[in-house]
């Protein structure tokens, strides 16, 4: 890793159990698929751990969260979050699974280690249904919540590539 780069913590949260709630793991898994990352950059699935992400949270200077937002607008629709929107969010708990998140934040802070925060959300089409499979109206929407997400990485010094599909096996 470059000397000074920011380490840079992807981190896909929500219940994959609930359809639309797994919507930040499934990104997660798409990413770790689809793209290749400079080495400052970690991705990881978050799941519902709560508290139990304090470890990784404090090893990083940037936090970029995916996760299933309650915004108030379209199904489908991405937010970005920062600052006070950010607490608002958290504070009003519009996130799905941010509470823990909050909780964990408060006590980074009082480490003296809290990381940038950056939440990239969207909007569910159904979090109440049981089903491991995110909706085909939110699936439709991954590509703007990776393009979303790729942004953010490069925004905080990260880099990526696409990951080239395998060659066909040739008899």
Known sequence: ???????????GV?????????????????LQREYDF??????LDGGTLGMRLMDPLLECDLALVLDAVLGGEAPGTV???TGDDLRKSLAFKDSMHQTDLVDTL???????????????????FDYQTMGVDISPGL????DAMAAFALKE????????TVRQAPDAVQD
Do not use: H, Q, W
């Open 38 to 43: 400079s080495d400052n950059v970690t991705l």
């Open 14 to 30: 929500g219940n994959i159990l609930y359809t639309d709630e797994g919507v930040g793991v499934r990104l997660v898994e798409k």
């Open 139 to 142: 699936g439709e929407r991954l």
């Open 153 to 160: 990485i490069e925004a905080g010094g990260g880099s990526f």
């Open 1 to 11: 890793m470059e000397t000074g780069a920011k380490k840079i913590l992807v981190l």
């Open 106 to 124: 408060i006590y980074c802070d009082l480490v003296g280690k809290r990381p940038d925060c950056v939440v990239v959300g969207v909007e569910p």
């Open 79 to 81: 937010y970005r979050l």
